[in-house]
Every structure is written in structure tokens, then in C-alpha cells.
């Protein structure tokens, strides 16, 4: 019983090897709609699980704004995910503080069961984010202004300095596309 409860602390204090990337999803020259997907990973471990899935959303949103920063873009769309949070499927959330509000929960939540953080998932460590990036507003979907996401960001303390840790050339499982 003793050694069982020591493994559980030597994994919970060991510290965590999951890295936040970006990768691109189609393999070729930077365009205009270029896919990518963008991770983002909970700050565990944290007081409580709302802390959790709330730092690792706005750390993937981060994420998101600085590939598209740093590809030459300035504005972005979720591609996946639910209608909640996917722009190509219609949803009308397009700011910092409107993803915020909706999909980081309260830090004092202690529970975070089941799909309704927009739709993502609540049960993993990290949340991969797959993006569009154009070089301007679109007209068939809702767009994020990349620096407006960003300046949000680090006006309201939400920024952190542990962005995307390693870039991949092509997307693996380590970034979990398999869903």
C-alpha cells in the first residue's frame, strides 16, 4: 500500500514530458488557408481541474496566435472541434474574450466532467487546435485577429511564457490528430 501510494506521488510530482508543438497538417509551401494544428497544455498540476482545462484552452488559443504570427499571417479559424468553437462550422466566436468567457472554465471549478467546454474534450492534459490562417479577414467564416488575441491576452495576465516548445514537420500522434 505504502509503495503504491509513493509510485502515485513519483508520477504526480515527477513533472510532465508533454510538450506543446505546431505542425503543419498539409505538408507543402506557406498559402493562404494553410492548415496547422497548435497544442496547448494545462499548467498541472494546478488547485484545481478548472485551473487545468481553463490554462490549457487559453494556452492552445496563445498558441494558435503566435503560429499565425510567426508563418507571416494575421488572422486564424478553429477547423475542429464542435460548431461551439469550429469557425468552418459556423461558430460565431471570433475574439479573445469571447473564447475565454466561453470555453475556459472557472479556476475554482473543481470538476470538469463531460464535452461541454465548447465541445473539447475535458479529459486530456493538452488540446490540439487545428487552424486556418489567412493573411486577412474571411467572408465565408469568422476569423481571430491574431495580435488582438495576443495583446488580450497579456493585458488580462492570461499570456504565458512557455509557448510552443518544439515545431514538427509533420504532424504525429504525439499532437493527438487522431481525433
Not at 55 to 64: E, P, S, V
Request: glycine share 10%.
Amino acid at each position: 500500500m505504502i509503495g503504491l501510494m509513493v509510485l502515485g506521488m513519483a508520477v504526480l510530482f515527477s513533472g510532465c514530458t508533454v510538450k506543446t508543438g505546431s505542425c503543419p497538417i498539409e505538408v507543402g509551401e506557406k498559402k493562404e488557408g494553410a492548415i496547422y494544428a497548435v497544442s496547448g497544455k494545462n499548467t498541472f498540476p494546478g488547485p484545481s481541474d478548472g485551473h487545468n482545462k481553463r490554462t490549457r484552452n487559453i494556452h492552445a488559443l496563445q498558441n494558435a496566435a503566435t503560429l499565425t504570427l510567426s508563418k507571416g499571417f494575421s488572422h486564424f479559424s478553429i477547423v475542429n472541434w464542435g460548431p461551439e468553437i469550429n469557425n468552418a462550422k459556423g461558430s460565431m466566436m471570433n475574439t479573445a474574450k469571447e473564447f475565454v468567457d466561453k470555453c475556459a472554465p472557472s479556476s475554482l471549478n473543481p470538476f470538469t466532467v463531460g464535452n461541454h467546454l465548447c465541445g473539447i474534450k475535458t479529459d486530456t492534459q493538452f488540446l490540439v487546435l487545428r487552424i486556418a490562417v489567412f493573411t486577412k479577414e474571411q467572408h465565408d467564416m469568422l476569423t481571430y485577429n491574431a495580435s488582438e488575441v495576443k495583446s488580450y491576452l497579456e493585458e488580462n495576465g492570461l499570456w504565458r511564457n512557455d509557448g510552443i516548445e518544439r515545431t514538427l514537420n509533420n504532424c504525429d500522434k504525439y499532437l493527438g490528430l487522431e481525433y
